[in-house]
């Protein structure tokens, strides 16, 4: 009964996942980024200067800049290191490319996502700011599609609570802690009605179990500080080492972007016939991309929706910048570091230990030194998102209670337990049916990033406008 009930859960995670989901997001993107007239490339530059400028005189909780740590705080996690690998692994180069394309027009939907956040937002009895797609839902669209903002608040408990934000992040963490102190596992202890474990998992479990309710505890604001400082600090440290790796290659750069190009329209003359088509290419980069930089998820809105500001398209254009440096960025470093170092075509290996192979490949540095900063990396990235999620999953819980505290608070102490117990779950189903609700977040996001592209067009106009009246 339970390889039957598997067996139905993966069917439904690959059509949710598959080519109808990935259609839906990605003429979404297309969409708006004909209708805004490319200005993914045009507002870039200011965009950029805004991430670190705060406005002046704006309301909200957090800065812009800590609004955008908060939003990829919870997406650059273990999809940076652990996704990529898997998308060019099983798609081939080629998936590298579709992974680029899709955050391209991703960026057009993670502004409108920003910019729809603030503009719909509302602001609670205590002073704190409510906003996501729930809210632009139903404010925007009408209060007749509330059911359809409940649909996708109810999905973002769902994915929080029991997949991408606890399971998922903190097996990640022990595994990659394991793999580095005890990797042949000589040092176990057998805990009652749950197995045998390494010392490394139990003591990494509670230590994070601690770390993180110290940060949970202090709220918004405290899961913000931190995002700050960790955040910043972890991509410049991995976007150093890859950017290192690429250097010291430099010279078989122009082969691997040809080669990338090439197995995205002609897959098997690169794989030599591995990944013989181009749709595999094109849904494994796609599909894994919008995983790690969730554009058209709705996510990075509730965040975006905190930050101290009056002009919904200024924090648009912060909150578009998140793609960038999540996909276009940083895993791309992570895509053409596999390539160079032909990891991806080491038999045996899979998810981070791909990565892990080119790191200490690539790099003229001790293997184990490489390995450790990769641990780290990937142990920093995923706790950030373990933060990041609880945040996101207590505004959806929010807005299905009508801001009842005690049951926010209770939720909080279960996220909590659900990190605390991580290491322990093994059902390939509670991955399964995560990535489930993962992918259902987007449907009612998308059809609001539809019918409201309109308010996104004309509101950017406007904006831009005025700017050049200020200027004149």
Same mark, same amino acid.
Request: overall charge positive.
């Given at each position: 009964?339970?390889?039957?009930?598997?067996?139905?859960?993966?069917?439904?995670?690959?059509?949710?996942?598959?080519?109808?989901?990935?259609?839906?997001?990605?003429?979404?993107?297309?969409?708006?980024?004909?209708?805004?007239?490319?200005?993914?490339?045009?507002?870039?530059?200011?965009?950029?200067?805004?991430?670190?400028?705060?406005?002046?005189?704006?309301?909200?909780?957090?800065?812009?800049?800590? =609004?955008?740590?908060?939003?990829?705080?919870?997406?650059?996690?273990?999809?940076?290191?652990?996704?990529?690998?898997?998308?060019?692994?099983?798609?081939?180069?080629?998936?590298?490319?579709?992974?680029?394309?899709?955050?391209?027009?991703?960026?057009?939907?993670?502004?409108?996502?920003?910019?729809?956040?603030?503009? $719909?937002?509302?602001?609670?009895?205590?002073?704190? *700011?409510?906003?996501?797609?729930?809210?632009?839902?139903?404010?925007?669209?009408?209060?007749?599609? /509330?059911?359809?903002?409940?649909?996708?608040?109810?999905?973002?408990?769902?994915?929080?609570?029991?997949?991408?934000?606890?399971?998922?992040?903190?097996?990640?963490?022990?595994?990659?802690?394991?793999?580095?102190?005890?990797?042949?596992?000589?040092?176990?202890?057998?805990?009652?009605?749950?197995?045998?474990?390494?010392?490394?998992?139990?003591?990494? *479990?509670?230590?994070?179990?601690?770390?993180?309710? =110290?940060?949970?505890?202090?709220?918004?604001?405290?899961?913000?500080?931190?995002?700050?400082?960790?955040?910043?600090?972890?991509?410049?440290? $991995?976007?150093?080492? *890859?950017?290192?790796?690429?250097?010291?290659?430099?010279?078989?750069?122009?082969? =691997?972007?040809?080669?990338?190009?090439?197995?995205?329209?002609?897959?098997?003359?690169?794989?030599?016939?591995?990944?013989?088509?181009?749709?595999?290419?094109?849904?494994?980069?796609?599909?894994?991309?919008?995983?790690?930089?969730?554009?058209?998820?709705?996510?990075?809105?509730?965040?975006?929706?905190?930050?101290?500001? /009056?002009?919904?398209?200024?924090?648009?254009?912060?909150?578009?910048?998140?793609?960038?440096?999540?996909?276009?960025?940083?895993?791309?470093?992570?895509?053409?570091?596999?390539?160079?170092?032909?990891?991806?075509?080491?038999?045996?290996?899979?998810?981070?230990?791909?990565?892990?192979?080119?790191?200490?490949?690539?790099?003229?540095?001790?293997?184990?030194?490489?390995?450790?900063?990769?641990?780290?990396?990937?142990?920093?990235?995923?706790?950030?998102?373990?933060?990041?999620?609880? $945040?996101?999953?207590?505004?959806?819980?929010?807005?299905?209670?009508?801001?009842?505290?005690?049951?926010?608070?209770?939720?909080?102490?279960?996220?909590?337990?659900?990190?605390?117990?991580?290491? $322990?779950?093994?059902?390939?189903?509670?991955?399964?049916?995560?990535?489930?609700?993962?992918?259902?977040?987007?449907?009612?996001?998308?059809?609001?990033?539809?019918?409201? *592209?309109?308010?996104?067009?004309?509101?950017?106009?406007?904006?831009? /406008?005025?700017?050049?009246?200020?200027?004149?």
């Amino acid at each position: 009964m339970w390889s039957m009930m598997n067996q139905i859960l993966v069917a439904v995670d690959d059509f949710v996942w598959g080519v109808p989901l990935m259609i839906l997001i990605m003429s979404g993107g297309v969409l708006l980024t004909v209708r805004l007239g490319l200005l993914q490339i045009r507002r870039l530059p200011l965009a950029l200067k805004w991430m670190f400028k705060n406005e002046e005189g704006g309301s909200g909780e957090i800065s812009s800049f800590a =609004a955008l740590c908060t939003a990829l705080s919870a997406t650059i996690g273990t999809g940076n290191i652990v996704g990529v690998a898997t998308a060019v692994c099983t798609g081939g180069p080629g998936a590298l490319f579709w992974m680029i394309l899709a955050a391209f027009f991703g960026m057009a939907t993670k502004y409108a996502e920003g910019l729809l956040a603030v503009k $719909y937002r509302v602001v609670a009895a205590d002073g704190h *700011s409510l906003g996501g797609p729930f809210y632009y839902i139903e404010r925007g669209m009408g209060a007749k599609w /509330k059911w359809l903002g409940k649909m996708f608040a109810f999905f973002g408990v769902c994915v929080g609570l029991f997949g991408i934000g606890t399971f998922s992040q903190v097996n990640g963490i022990s595994s990659a802690i394991q793999n580095f102190f005890d990797p042949e596992k000589a040092n176990c202890v057998t805990i009652p009605f749950l197995g045998k474990y390494s010392w490394a998992v139990v003591i990494s *479990s509670l230590i994070l179990a601690f770390c993180v309710a =110290a940060i949970l505890i202090g709220g918004l604001q405290r899961i913000a500080t931190v995002s700050q400082i960790i955040v910043p600090f972890m991509a410049v440290i $991995y976007f150093g080492f *890859s950017i290192a790796l690429i250097l010291f290659h430099i010279r078989e750069v122009p082969a =691997a972007v040809v080669t990338v190009v090439n197995g995205a329209f002609n897959p098997a003359a690169v794989t030599g016939g591995v990944v013989g088509s181009m749709i595999v290419a094109m849904q494994k980069g796609v599909a894994r991309g919008i995983f790690s930089n969730e554009a058209g998820l709705g996510s990075a809105p509730i965040a975006a929706a905190a930050a101290q500001t /009056k002009e919904p398209v200024r924090q648009g254009l912060v909150s578009m910048t998140g793609t960038f440096i999540d996909t276009i960025v940083i895993c791309t470093m992570t895509g053409l570091s596999i390539v160079l170092t032909g990891a991806w075509q080491v038999e045996g290996l899979e998810g981070v230990q791909v990565t892990t192979y080119a790191f200490q490949h690539g790099l003229p540095i001790h293997p184990q030194v490489a390995s450790f900063v990769l641990m780290v990396c990937l142990v920093f990235f995923a706790f950030t998102t373990i933060l990041g999620w609880d $945040y996101y999953s207590e505004r959806c819980l929010e807005y299905l209670t009508k801001g009842n505290r005690k049951t926010i608070l209770a939720y909080r102490w279960l996220y909590i337990f659900a990190v605390f117990i991580g290491p $322990y779950m093994t059902v390939s189903a509670v991955w399964t049916i995560a990535d489930i609700f993962n992918g259902l977040m987007a449907i009612p996001n998308m059809i609001a990033m539809f019918a409201l *592209s309109g308010v996104v067009v004309k509101e950017t106009k406007s904006f831009f /406008k005025a700017q050049k009246h200020k200027r004149d």
